[in-house]
């Protein structure tokens, strides 16, 4: 069970650091990352990472400004989020999959966390 934790409320240009956490000590060989939806759009990928840490991958709108990382040890990842935009306002979701193409194109994910509200005010 995947549990997400780490949202709040910035003003534009601020950070916030994002954690999801597997609880039931599932395999440490899953890919993991997140995704996010705003109010009345589509949800759409943020970042993903594989599960050895070695691959990483971002959505066209946070390149250069999210970090995602992750402690294969704990099965812990993180995304920090820095420079962050009013545009940015979303619930971001964990998630967790065998195959880390099936987050970045949000396919038929295995395993999400609830949502951890994210506010960006202008």
């Known amino acids: 069970q995947l549990q997400a934790c780490g949202g709040g409320s910035v003003q534009t240009g601020g950070s916030l650091r994002l954690t999801c956490a597997d609880s039931?000590?599932?395999?440490?060989?899953?890919?993991m990352g997140w995704c996010r939806q705003a109010p009345g759009k589509e949800r759409e990928f943020v970042a993903g990472?594989?599960?050895?840490?070695?691959?990483?991958g971002y959505g066209d709108s946070v390149k250069g400004r999210f970090t995602i990382s992750r402690n294969g040890a704990e099965n812990t990842v993180y995304l920090q989020m820095d420079s962050l935009k009013p545009e940015d306002t979303a619930v971001y979701y964990c998630?967790?999959?065998?195959?880390?193409?099936?987050?970045?194109?949000?396919?038929?994910?295995?395993?999400w966390g609830k949502g951890t509200q994210v506010t960006v005010s202008s």
């Open positions: 998630a967790a999959d065998t195959d880390l193409s099936a987050i970045a194109t949000d396919n038929d994910i295995d395993y």
């Open positions: 990472i594989s599960w050895s840490g070695v691959r990483t």
């Open positions: 039931e000590d599932a395999p440490t060989s899953y890919n």
